[in-house]
């Protein structure tokens, strides 16, 4: 691996025992300012985003799984059997050479391989360690299997999304583990800027479920104070109208509007060429057209769909009437705001080819994130981390092949 | 397990004789110009402890207009959708558009670690405050700015609402029922997602500050912030040129051991909803509750065990669904949670905001605050959502407008009485 040159988080290391996604998302974002982190997998348990796809021409290959290439570039990745004594003992020595350690498997499992946060600290009293999981190591759930999708239905994120009158939708897949992925960067850095100031390490029991009732906030205080749970109002919104996506020319697709003031009411109907309908007083005022948004909002498709949603968001945007085409997966290739920030970074990995990762959306004007690596392969620096980094004799690394710890 | 702290949320830096440092960030200021788009920033830092000012505008944020409302009475000091946004700040008001405020503005920054804000692009500049003024004052300073798409580039003028940047960030064409529209995630998701961007390079930047001395600028778009949460339909694209759709809660199954194979994961049961998790629902236990509740229908006897749920043939998928369904609507959703969980069926109860702060897992980490408020009284905050077991946090109350600028202007500045005064007779303050 490269220097880290002058980067942020240049010298620190960080080692994960990690899987799927909130675990790995976070200790990318550190590796793209500049830490080192490695990856401890086993060939017996691979992280299982490595078998989740997408894969090109549906070739499945666990080092080339876009669930996995997307949050692990710029990392090493070494197998260990961590239920061989000399596999264990060797992620113990990884771990204690580690500034940081994440984990994000079933609360306790480390702890019973002697991995835990109590003996990481007896060997190195200065580590910091955060434990990522669903509901918190502790309570009465805290065992609890389930993926990011599981904590947003814990966290009445699933509940407050949807259409009214039809079963909540909840948004697709596992939320929490992105909303918890940058709220984790920032604890962990904070516990390490507390570090280089007192010298003493800590560690973080983080709730990926607590993190998504964050998310939902207002809705908890609105409980709280009213007794009462706002209810799912799809893309309504409780004052403004129009407000919603509406139907653009096309096969499925759609354009988002947020008229928030009378203002931005004349400049749409401006740009709608001032038809009839505009004027009429059921329309007249703010609240006149949130008390007839059914009707509004159908009149107004009736005009949005005679165009494509790039078009109407030019013209709406240059109107100042705040609107944005929905884009799917491939508008967001062709976006020229995403290709102008730079946002899609073009990586070559040797088995999955040539494909995109994401480098932070935090942008630091003297220090640019950087994307050194793609995702790598299974134990593919287990020569570099327990020769290079560890010391380890070629005797003795030629053991633990043929003893197959490093599997 | 409700730790209510102080009702006056000062903090002092360390050694300066003053309580503890609590969290932490105890050591640090951030001056927060920004409004709901960067608000949660802010927030995140002064729960973790540092010393945060809110800087309003005269008469204070507009989000301090925006319901819901506590008991449902539009007043200004009464926003549950502000106060969900700025708990442990302080406030000051300042009017940034005049010279003697923008003087003010320059003199707190120069003893700040921190700035957040998230006007226009180029707004700040306009005034004289852009970083390349700020940081000749303060060279250390760490500004963050918030905007929906970027300061540059084609679309850094346009305006966006939340739902404006869940449409363009890629969020809500993959949300929602396959039959219906985009949906839009309920609440400012995307303000949220940047903030907490914003707090992780604020304190990214700060560490490069901690080596060399000098601070800088850290942007964050709500668009990029957005983008994260699409990474999945992103990686489809860039290897096999699928677009992902809308189907639910639902994600996409892998070929081996990956994800579930559910079309939807969100079923009715007696009292409500349940969300069976895709790793809960291992067939074979699941089949033999059922069986042992005569609920298992046609397809009771049969073999489960090395059935993969994932290989089946569509029409096969939904008759298996549509018997799992229906043992589902006889029970409750406490039944089904209880008892799946003693099986290793993970079937969730589909919350709502009474059950989430009721849930028990959240009260026995002490994970709601409750905090008291004036004009309010006392409310239950979600927290922080780790656990510090060396510098445990503790929530601050959301400020009264402008309720330290006394403090602030003449215990902090050392303006008299006199000259705040008079910045107050000018609208100043």
Known sequence: MASSGAMPLSGIRVVEFTWVAAGPATSKLLANYGAQVIKVESTRHVDRARWAGSFRNHEANPNASGAYLRINDSKMCVTLDLRHPRGLALAKSLATQADIVVENLAPGALKRLGLGYDALRQLRPDVIMMSLSLLGQAGPYASMAGFGDTGQTLSGMTYLTGWPGRPPVGHAGPYTDFFVMPLAVALIL???????????????????????VLAAGTAMLEQAANSRSPQRMGNRHPYYAPHGIYRCRGEDRWCAIAVTSDQEWQALVAVMGQPSWTVEARFATALARWRHRDDLDRLLESWTCLYTPRELMARLQAAGVPAGAVQDAQDIFTDPQVAHIGHLQEVNHGEAGTHCVQPPAYRLSETPARISSPAPCLGEHNAHVFRELLGISAGEYAELLRDNVLS | MLR???????????????????????????????????????????????????????????????????????????????????????????????????????????????????????????LGLGYDELSLINPRLVMASVTPFGPTGPYSGYRATDIVMQAMGGVAYTTGDGDKPPLRIAGDQSYLHAGLQAAAGCLVAHLHRQTTGRGQQVDVSLQEAMLHVVSWPIIWWSLSRVIRQRFGIAFEQGPRGGFSAMKSNVYPCKDGFVHASPMGLA????????????????????????????????????????????????????????????????VVPLLGPDGVVAFPQFESRGFFQSVEQPNCGRLAFPGVPSQFSLTPWSLGRPPLAGEHNDETYQGELGLSSAQLQALKGAGVV
């Open chain 1, 190 to 212: 904070a516990a390490l800027d507390h570090r280089q100031r007192t010298g003493q390490g800590q560690y973080l029991d983080l709730s990926q479920t607590e993190a998504g």
């Open chain 2, 4 to 126: 209510p702290r102080e009702d006056v949320p000062t903090r002092e830096r360390p050694g300066s004789g003053g309580a503890p440092p609590r969290g932490p960030l105890a050591a640090y200021r951030v001056l927060d110009l920004s409004d709901a788009k960067g608000q949660f920033c802010a927030r995140l830092l002064g729960d973790l402890g540092a010393n945060v000012v809110l800087v309003e505008p005269p008469g204070g944020q507009p989000d301090r207009r925006v319901g819901p409302f506590y008991h449902d009475e539009p007043h200004p000091e009464r926003s549950l959708y502000f106060f969900a946004l700025n708990t442990s700040k302080r406030s000051i008001t300042l009017d940034i558009t005049q010279p003697d405020g923008q003087d003010l503005l320059k003199r707190l920054a120069a003893r700040a670690d921190f700035l957040v804000e998230s006007f226009p692009p180029g707004y700040m500049d306009s």
């Open chain 2, 283 to 346: 067939l074979v236990p699941l089949f033999r509750w059922m069986e042992e509740n005569g609920q298992a229908g046609h397809l009771a006897g049969r073999s489960w065990k090395d059935v993969n749920f994932e290989t089946l043939p569509p029409e096969e998928r939904e008759e298996i669904e549509g018997v799992i369904a229906g043992f589902f609507r006889e029970h409750t959703r406490s039944e089904l949670f209880q008892e799946g969980l003693k099986l290793g069926v993970v």
